[in-house]
């Protein structure tokens, strides 16, 4: 069996995220864990965001944008697979998309036990430096 991505990316989110890679360059996310935002994917020129050995790469997104979570928030989600959509509104913080009226929002399904062993067999995802 083939590992399904933990994180995917609706097309309506890609073509904003090429939008905002137009204007700011390369992107990152980092999944908030419930602070300022709820629970946001917060949209980052690369870098802007630091992340630590407290934050776990579930994937890329629109090419190749890195989507991070915090690891306590990751223990929550690992049983879902992620999936990083836009509506029309603005944000609260200090993701790249509020100025342009829109914000990101994750939509999330519950992995198939036959997807969570496979996901769990593979071993542990990468973490930040």
């Known amino acids: 069996m083939a590992l399904p991505p ?6 309506a989110a890609e073509a904003l ?3 905002l890679a137009a204007v700011h360059g390369p ?6 864990g419930g602070c300022c935002d709820g629970s946001a994917p917060m949209c980052y020129a690369a870098g802007e965001f630091r992340v630590g050995t407290q934050d776990v790469l579930l994937g890329h997104v629109g090419g190749d944008i890195p989507v991070w979570i915090g690891a306590a ?7 879902t697979q992620v999936t990083i959509d836009v509506v029309k509104g603005r944000g609260a ?6 100025p342009e009226g829109f914000r990101f929002i994750v ?3 519950v992995f198939t036990d036959a997807e969570a ?13």
Not at 6 to 11: C, G, Q
Not at 93 to 98: K, V
Not at 117 to 129: K, S, T, V
């Open 73 to 79: 928030q990751f223990e929550y989600w690992r049983h």
């Open 107 to 109: 939509r999330s399904r």
């Open 27 to 32: 992107l990152m996310f980092h999944q908030s």
């Open 117 to 129: 062993a496979a996901l769990e067999a593979a071993g542990d995802l990468p973490r930040g430096a």
């Open 17 to 19: 995220m090429a939008d």
């Open 93 to 98: 913080g200090f993701s790249l998309e509020g």
């Open 6 to 11: 933990r994180i995917l990316a609706t097309p």
